[in-house]
């Protein structure tokens, strides 16, 4: 079923969240092919890519199987956010997002992340920045708001709006909450009434059902599913059983490999490959043993060695 999200084509409503140190393109073309509509990169820092850095070039790489697929930048400053959009434009890429829900200490720090859904000003300014030099379609990924007294998400939605943003993200969460505590879907109600553009819901969706629920509860555009796609890429998909066999999650983990060997070059980082692979098998009575083998690799070439061990003793189903 393809839908829209403003300009961009969607064949599903379900979304991959941005998340740095995991939606690289290796694991973005595996929640594609698990039927994911749409993927966010990891968030891109726009000084470092105005700078030409190499850790932000380094999370650039896209092709045209993984389309569409939006990135994200975070900063402060509009005329840093302005440069790095018209950069990022020239990429083939379906649109760019900026991050206005980034708890992290160094990022607020710097007024950047969630520090902007209490700065309604600053916010405007770089979204208007953004959206000017950017040649794709620009969307906004808010928290509710700094804290339980301030939820500003309604505003923000609408000054990002009329600054020329064509959807809008929204972690139904506070900056104060960090990822955990109840979800408001209130909060994302009111900013659907609030703008006319799609509204994409986040936060704690953990599983399909539960997506498939919330958007006809509240009949948001899309749903956005961040860490329980992680060592579970099948939450994408209508028709993979959601608890599925140990054989099952070993050849998910090895297709996982297999686009890592193919897109990361000359090999997967062994500490970021690790913290995908140990995710598989959460849930599973063997999975704490497991997590231990696979802390304990040293090469990636050993891990690569071990998951295929693994795939040869469990029963094939
Ligand atoms: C490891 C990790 C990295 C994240 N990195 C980003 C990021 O780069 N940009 C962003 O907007 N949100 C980031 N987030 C937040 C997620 O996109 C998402 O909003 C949040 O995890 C809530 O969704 P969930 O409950 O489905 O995980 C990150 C979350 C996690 C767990």
Redesign the pocket.
């Given at each position: 079923m393809t839908s829209s999200l403003g300009p961009i084509l969607i064949k599903s409503p379900f979304i991959l969240?941005?998340?740095?140190?995991?939606?690289d393109l290796p694991f973005r073309l595996l929640c594609r092919e698990y039927g994911a509509g749409l993927c966010?990169?990891?968030?891109i820092d726009c000084q470092g890519l105005v700078v030409q850095q190499q850790e932000c070039l380094e999370l650039l790489p896209t092709n045209t199987t993984e389309q569409p697929v939006i990135m994200?930048l975070?900063g402060s400053d509009p005329g840093t956010m302005g440069e790095a959009a018209a950069i990022l434009s020239e990429h083939p890429i379906a649109g760019i997002?900026i991050?206005?829900?980034?708890p992290m200490e160094k990022i607020i720090q710097q007024g950047a992340?969630a520090a902007l859904m209490k700065n309604p000003r600053l916010a405007e300014k770089i979204i208007a920045a953004v959206c000017k030099n950017s040649t794709k379609p620009v969307t906004v990924?808010i928290?509710s708001g700094w804290n339980q007294h301030t939820i500003t998400a309604p505003e923000i939605a609408k000054i990002a709006e009329g600054a020329g943003a064509q959807a809008i993200?929204i972690?139904a969460?506070t900056w104060s909450d960090g990822?955990t505590g109840p979800?408001d879907h209130g909060v994302i109600q009111q900013i659907m009434k609030s703008v006319s553009i799609p509204v994409i819901a986040?936060?704690?969706?953990?599983s399909h059902e539960q997506g498939v629920a919330l958007l006809k509860k509240i009949g948001c555009a899309g749903v956005?599913?961040?860490?329980?796609?992680?060592g579970a890429p099948w939450i994408f998909s209508e028709t993979v059983n959601q608890h599925p066999s140990m054989a099952y999650r070993i050849k998910a983990l090895l297709r996982h490999l297999e686009l890592a060997e193919t897109h990361l070059t000359p090999e997967p980082s062994l500490s970021k490959i690790r913290n995908h692979a140990w995710k598989y098998f959460r849930g599973t009575t063997t999975g704490p043993a497991i997590r231990k083998q696979i802390d304990a690799t040293t090469s990636y070439t050993e891990l690569r060695t071990f998951i295929h061990t693994l795939a040869e003793r469990v029963p094939q189903k």
């Open positions: 969240a941005p998340m740095a140190g995991c939606t966010y990169s990891e968030m994200q975070y997002d991050n206005m829900g980034c992340g990924k928290r993200a972690h969460r990822f979800i986040n936060g704690d969706i953990t956005m599913v961040g860490r329980a796609a992680l």
